[in-house]
């Protein structure tokens, strides 16, 4: 028996859901004028048609289904706009992309290329080397995210690198920048936790490499560390480390940040399960959600003395060697959203608090320490015993 036809949920020109009832091929219906294409990609779908008409692919969901057979996609040459991440390289049986005559959109070396802007939109998984066409001028934002290639070359023209432009790449090992990038986006490198080598090309005036650090020479931003490090010092030029910038450095050991930062990026070290050391400058006007994330083997951690706010979800969470916490003196507030700020941390025992110290927003700041016996509040020198 056949399988039964696809249910498309359309609303307003939006085809935003899809039941496909075991279908293997789905050619989406007239009158569509934007798709949500991961909305398609289900458990047995292996080709997708987009009719003329169709002026948009976005995503809707942040979801990743990398279990699911698409092989085939077919664009028509209606099609205006390819939003960043509608495609996603977790669809690892993905081959074949398809354009009508006539689109602004091009096929070239296994790279989707918007000819309009010249940038590459997405590469199609499963090639170990990737060797960027030579007339790109830009790497799209997250164009190659989850892809699974070892190495990838980006040729002289390419003037930018976009926003997680090489997020979630696990398999990345090696990676060659030209000296005509005059930009890199944040967390363009985020989550390559096997990336031992950054080339830049010599004569780009921006961008250099130093002891196993891509640095942003023009912002004074450390943007990736990559290779076997342990032990970093940061550089005393650097004034700021990005989003991601230490992220998943399973080898990490030590990182000595100097008193030249005044900001943290998001997810900044993130995931360095062998991080046992994070010597932080003492004054520090920023840092981002996820600071400590996952660093199993960190056992103290020591704030700015300067911090007047602690925020952010899971700035401290997941830390399943910290047993104590002392917040510094001159803080003010904690704040609390999502999961919390302090969480997760199996093994924490005890939280001082400074005498500073005037609002906790509630007590989802603590969240989920279930070893967590006891607070000490810190009071200030002039207030009378009770």
Known sequence: MPAAAPEFDIRNGILERMTANDAVEVTVPEGVHTVCLDALVQSGVKRISIPEGVETLSRKSGGYRPGVPLERVSLPASLESIRPTAFDGHWRHLHRIDIAEGSPY???????????SGSVVFALPGRPTVRVPASATAIGDWAFNANDTVKIAIPEGVVAIGRGAFDDCRSLERISIPASVEAIGDNAFANCGKLANIEIAPGNPRFAVRDGLLVDREMGLLLRAFGPLVRVVVPDDVRAIGESAFSFQKTLVSVTVPPTVSRIGDNAFSYCTNLEELHLPERLDAYGEHLVMGCESLRELHLPAGLQRLSGMFSIG???????????????????????AVCECTALERIVLPASLERIASGRAFMKNPALRAFEVHRHADLPDR
């Open 106 to 116: 091009r096929m070239e070396d296994g790279c989707l290329i918007d000819s309009r």
């Open 318 to 340: 997941r830390c399943s060697s910290l047993r104590e916490l002392a917040l510094p003196e001159g803080l003010r507030t904690i704040d609390a959203y999502g999961l919390g």
